[in-house]
T-cell receptor, first 111, second 116 residues
């Protein structure tokens, strides 16, 4: 079946630094969603990417969909303590409405 | 507009006890989902529903049952709790969509369950 891998599982970042997290699929995707979960909170939708090579920005967050539509990345510039949390990618499955979530990248920010 | 709500927020059970988790949404969504979240495992789908009166199994359905008698409510039942069911349970809902382009899922605040 379809496999979704997120790399790295854990990211320790100094405040002000940049970092990138990746989501890789074993199959070609029609689209991909990203969610963020703050510590003790619930997942919250961030963005959806649909087109090959698509790049979308939300303030300091830049999301990219790979040209082959088998991977995606999230790049955070000048990390702040508010970026702490776990970032999940989610991809469509073969059934209506269902998503398969990656294991997530847990981000810890040191002041 | 409360979005997705879950009750209870936290519960401790003894092995073999039963309980029901309630999820309610006020967004008139057709689709509802139950996930469990364990450290390092991400979100795993337990059961889901594509409309009132319908339910289907997800990735990890064993030991759980669900019911969707009303469109706005989705209940998750544990008939005989086991320590392996200690987890955080999230309910989510979404609008109707096609297979290729799933709608955004809106999550509830979660229920933390400890089975001793």
């Amino acid at each position: 079946g379809q496999q979704v891998m997120q790399i790295p599982q854990y990211q320790h970042v100094q405040e002000g630094e940049d970092f990138t997290t990746y989501c890789n699929s074993s199959t070609t995707l029609s689209n991909i969603q990203w969610y963020k979960q703050r510590p003790g909170g619930h997942p919250v939708f961030l963005i959806q990417l649909v087109k090959s090579g698509e790049v979308k920005k939300q303030k300091r967050l830049t999301f990219q969909f790979g040209e082959a539509k088998k991977n995606s990345s999230l790049h955070i510039t000048a990390t702040q303590t508010t970026d702490v949390g776990t970032y999940f990618c989610a991809v469509p499955t073969d059934s209506w409405g269902k998503l398969q979530f990656g294991a997530g990248t847990q981000v810890v920010v040191t002041p | 507009n409360a979005g997705v709500t879950q009750t209870p927020k936290f519960r401790v059970l003894k092995t073999g006890q039963s309980m029901t988790l309630l999820c309610a949404q006020d967004m008139n969504h057709e689709y509802m989902y139950w996930y469990r979240q364990d450290p390092g495992m991400g979100l795993r789908l337990i059961h889901y529903s594509v409309g009132e009166g319908t339910t289907a199994k997800g990735e990890v359905p064993d030991g759980y049952n669900v019911s969707r008698l009303k469109k706005q409510n989705f209940l998750l039942g544990l008939e005989s709790a086991a320590p392996s069911q200690t987890s955080v349970y999230f309910c989510a809902s979404s609008g109707t969509s096609g297979v290729l382009y799933p709608e955004t899922q809106y999550f509830g605040p979660g229920t933390r369950l400890l089975v001793l």
